[in-house]
């Protein structure tokens, strides 16, 4: 044999044996679950199979409380170890621990879970479990129980393989849909946890957007919209989107939506999530359709500001995450027209926020106050980051605009963050990213207005701007008048 061919096997031999233990360190595991019903009752059963620790004790962890929900273990029954050893349950830590012989290298569980409530799913119950006889939706939170080695958010690899009937029965996740044997690579924590896994009667729309695959998983029969009317919108949102973003690098992208039960009135809400969006609406006469497309359009706009463009420290930026959603979300329908909406609906919806925010019991609270708790226990609390980043969003845009004589706007500032999106948004940050656009040092109207929370004085603002505005019931309104329309950039619809 020659030295050079000598040579080049070693190195292949020394690349496999990398490779191999490469992964071999990743961590893995799977998954088997099965929905089981009869006519009145309905339940996931889990087995999984894992990778023992070698100390001889393994501990997995299970969420009891996130998005605002506690007692999620109340979904978790009839937990076993399925190989020898001892299990015990520590639910206060979120934990379940297992003794094993130190020599074992996997492990097997099986669960149940189940819907912990009776009666109908509600806007209060969505970001629970809910699992029928028909169907169940299930976040990734809430269905598999993990590893604690897997929850150190670097990425490992699973496998889920349903035992669902083959006809007459979907599948949809936030990792693909029509797959019974589900191979996921390379996702972290975060990732798992913030994710949609629908099943049942599910009706998918498979769209194709410039070579990307969107799926919309919807069921029931929508008395306000037939299917065609949703897809429609989804593929309208996410082109617009995309295209001011210059973003078409996401190949899979997956849309579920359910109905929830309200008599009386409209009611819908959405979440954002890993590579989807969840989106539960009262289904009954009432259900006003725009209010989908803004839902839509919000938590479609998340997969940029919130998921690329993340928080430093979560609740302290909701200002930006929620607020500059709102905005563009605002934005984003006047300007590339969807549903046939236009500037006189962006104007329309800027001064019901504006209404919303001075007439809040907490308008003028430090930002410091939207925590964790307030956030989740106080609708005030709840509203006050839309509503005070959306109309500072609004001020900021026409400031960059009068200062560069239209020459720039907030959407420069926007995709300039997007760029840099491997740097966390912290207030420093934002500021340092702004103040090249405007004249003035932005950062005391910045502190006084979003950290230290005293309430925007529009009269002066929109003067300022050179806005068209009134005065009613003491809050300055725009005016939907050609002037306003012609500064806020809304002149024609986008090619």
């Known amino acids: 044999m020659s030295y050079k061919l000598h040579f080049f096997l070693v190195c292949f031999i020394l690349l496999i044996m990398t490779s191999c233990r490469e992964a071999s360190d990743k961590k893995s595991l799977s998954y088997e679950i099965s929905h089981k019903k009869n006519s009145n ?19 997995l962890i299970y969420q009891d409380k996130a998005w605002g929900q506690d007692s999620l273990f109340n979904s978790i029954r009839d937990i076993r170890l399925l190989s020898e050893g001892k299990l015990r349950i520590e639910r206060d830590s979120n934990k379940i621990v297992v003794e094993h012989d130190p020599s074992m290298e996997r492990l097997k569980i099986s669960y ?23 169907y169940f939706q299930v976040f990734g939170q809430n269905l598999l129980i993990l590893p604690e080695s897997a929850t150190n958010n670097e990425a490992f690899d699973l496998s889920i393989t349903w ?3 083959e006809k007459d029965y979907s599948l949809q996740s936030s990792f693909g849909n029509h797959q019974r044997n589900q191979i996921i690579s390379d996702v972290t924590q975060d990732e ?4 949609v896994f629908v099943g049942g009667d599910f009706r998918i729309h498979d769209m194709d957007l410039q070579g990307n695959q969107v799926a919309l998983a919807i069921r029931d029969s929508w008395e306000a919209f037939d299917d065609s009317t949703m897809v429609e919108l989804l593929k309208n949102t996410l082109m617009a989107q995309r295209k001011f973003w210059n973003d078409h690098s996401q190949p899979y992208f997956s849309v579920t939506m359910i109905p929830i039960f309200e008599p009386n009135g409209s009611s819908w809400q959405g979440t954002g999530l890993t590579n989807s969006f969840a989106l539960a609406a009262s289904n009954n006469e009432y259900l006003e359709v725009q209010g989908l497309v803004y839902l839509l359009n919000h938590e479609l706009q998340h997969n940029w500001i919130g998921l690329t463009i993340k928080n430093d420290n979560e609740e302290e930026q909701y200002w930006f995450s929620e607020g500059f959603t709102d905005y563009y979300t605002m934005k984003n329908i006047a300007i590339n027209r969807i549903y046939d909406l236009d500037e006189k609906f962006f104007i329309q919806e800027f001064n019901s926020k504006l209404k919303n925010l001075y007439k809040s019991p907490v308008v003028a609270s430090p930002n410091s106050e939207i925590n964790y708790d307030n956030f989740w226990k106080d609708r005030h609390y709840s509203d006050l980051p839309y509503l005070r980043g959306a109309v500072f969003a609004f001020i900021l845009d026409q400031q960059i605009q009068r200062d560069s004589n239209g020459g720039k706007s907030l959407d420069d500032v926007m995709k300039q963050l997007h760029e840099n999106s491997d740097t966390k948004l912290s207030h420093p940050y934002f500021v340092k990213t702004v103040n090249p656009y405007l004249k003035e040092d932005f950062e005391p109207f910045f502190n006084r207005h979003i950290v230290d929370g005293e309430p925007f004085e529009m009269e002066t603002i929109f003067k300022d701007l050179g806005l068209d505005y009134q005065v009613s019931d003491s809050i300055p309104q725009l005016n939907d008048t050609p002037l306003n329309i012609s500064k806020l950039g809304f002149t024609s619809p986008a090619p």
């Open 41 to 59: 009752d309905a339940l996931l059963q889990v087995d999984m199979n894992f990778e023992a620790s070698e100390d001889g004790t393994t501990t």
């Open 112 to 134: 149940t879970l189940e819907q912990d409530y009776k009666g109908p799913t509600t806007s209060r119950k969505v970001y629970r479990p809910i699992i029928q006889p028909e």
């Open 163 to 165: 035992s669902v009937p």
């Open 192 to 195: 798992l946890y913030s994710s």
